[in-house]
């Protein structure tokens, strides 16, 4: 995989992370407001259970006290109405009464004249609150609504005498909205209420209003009331926007920053690498006077300046070599086909036999000098990479026409072949030239009788062709050189070109050539990559 990809998949997978994380902190804050919304307003109805039993408790104590002055158990009696009238003007009660034993009402404070008429000497034993006291419990009374609009409960305790008989009951009224009894339910944060029922009627709410809310609920321990508090749900999704308004900002600044960052790590150092791998394939292909630069880091300056310097040296090595080339090609060729001319000449007006044989000796050699040549001449071609030709070629029909040419010129040459009908490869002329100097040196290094075994094989996408001879064989060290596992030095050198140009042509074809050793003649083995022959170039 490209690094650029590599870097495309390491930044998707740190942008995907980065986003899970942060929308799982979201989730996470936002679980724990919903368990702070909770806990507060639970929180928020314990302290008005707290505080409602609390005043609730102190007026029933208020009632249980005044019930102990002996005043109030002297029905009918002048000292009982003062005391309950006293008791009226001292309490925050709004009226009280005293019920005999019987249940009928002896005395009542807190009311005009008239309304004390019409219910003095009356039964109220109808009246739970009168019953339960009556029975010996101090009660307080469900809520009920006043002609003022009021809200009052009757708190009811018995009244006993010096034996503790029940000899009746003190009642007193009170006003919860003029006592302000939820009064200290107020809250100044807006987005929490409280709610308090008696029975499902509302005695008392601060959550008019709330569209929706999270709720807790609790029951008093002195009446059967029922305290809710509430929280606005509005104020939760406000608190939850401003929590994802918050969040969508960290997230745009954060990937905006690992975007930016890797946006300078592509520019400087990706990017690079790219134009590093062009300027390497632009030096392969023989172009050393490209406009790549490498700007940035000192080291990639660095790295653009070595690269500068090897252009320079491969443009004028190869410069050298062509001039060489050219020279043996042209200059020397010119020179070696004069004494060409010559040498013929000598011979053929040589009188004696010692003087055309050393007439023939000479023009053997300027022929093979010339013949080399030639073969450098490959060279040039093999040095341009875009003179390769790698059109698919049938492997075995190529060792065919090779051989009937190669045993054509040489007729003592015998050659057998061991291979498939068809096998694909790349590669072209320069590929059938080096099969046919293969062949050729067989011919030229085994006389008398020289003999070539050629196999041809299959393993998987390669193809292994072994051309195996009777000649004298190659020195290992020599083969070493050749095949590229030992230097060239002045003693370990290859005398020929011929092996030289088949391992640069096979090389040039994502081939390999070795040269094993054997007990006797020389073996090269070949392998190539199988091609298909539906493929073009």
Known sequence: MKI??????????????????????????????????????????????????????????????????????????????????????????????????????????????????????????????????????????????????????????????DSGDVVGAVNAAYDLTETELFSPLETTHEEIGLTVTSNGTVLHSTAEGFGGSATATGSLSTTDWIVTSHYDEAAIDAELRQLATLHLLVSILLIGTITGFGIWIYQSEIRHTERLHRRIDNLEARTYDDDIEFDGSTEWRGIGDALDRLATTLARREQMLL????????????DLNVAVGHAADIKREATAEDEQQRAETMESAIDSVLSTADRVR??????????????????????????????????????????????????????????????????????????????????????????????????????????????????????????????????????????????????VVITLPRADPDETV
């Open 323 to 334: 001039v060489l080339n050219r020279f043996l090609r042209h200059n020397l060729r010119n």
């Open 378 to 523: 490959l060279t040039e071609r093999l040095i341009d990479p875009a003179a390769t030709d790698d059109r698919p070629v049938d492997l075995v029909g190529l060792l065919t026409d090779r051989i009937e040419e190669t045993t054509a010129d040489s007729p003592a040459l015998t050659v057998t072949l061991d291979a498939p009908e068809q096998v694909w490869v790349r590669g072209g002329e320069t590929l059938s030239f080096a099969i046919e100097e293969l062949l050729a040196n067989v011919a030229a290094h085994s006389k008398p009788n020289p003999v070539a075994r050629i196999s041809v094989t299959t393993t998987g996408n390669y193809v292994t062709v072994r051309i195996a001879d009777n000649g004298p064989g190659i020195h290992p060290d020599e083969a070493a050189v050749i095949t590229g596992n030992q230097e060239i030095t002045p003693l370990q050198h290859s005398s020929g070109l011929g092996l030289w140009l088949v391992n640069w042509i096979v090389r040039r074809h994502d081939g390999q050539l070795s040269i094993p050793e054997t007990d006797d003649g020389t073996t």
């Open 4 to 161: 650029k990809y590599r870097f495309l998949l390491v930044f998707v997978l740190v942008t995907v992370i980065t986003a899970a994380v942060l929308v799982g902190t979201f989730d996470s804050y936002r679980n724990d407001l919903r368990a702070d919304v909770a806990e507060t307003t639970e929180q928020e109805v314990q302290t008005a259970i707290a505080v409602l039993d609390s005043r609730l408790s102190d007026q029933r104590q208020n009632v249980e006290t005044v019930a102990t002055n002996t005043a109030l158990q002297a029905h009918g009696d002048l000292r009982q109405e003062a005391a309950l009238s006293a008791f009226v003007t001292e309490s925050t009660f709004s009226g009280a009464s005293v019920v005999d034993a019987d249940g009928r009402m002896v005395a009542i404070a807190g009311v005009d004249n008239g309304s004390r008429a019409a219910v003095v000497g009356q039964s109220f034993t109808d009246r739970r609150y009168v019953r339960r006291a009556l029975a010996g419990e101090t009660y307080i009374s469900d809520p009920f609504l006043a002609d003022t609009g009021n809200h009052i409960v009757v708190i009811s305790t018995p009244l006993r005498d």
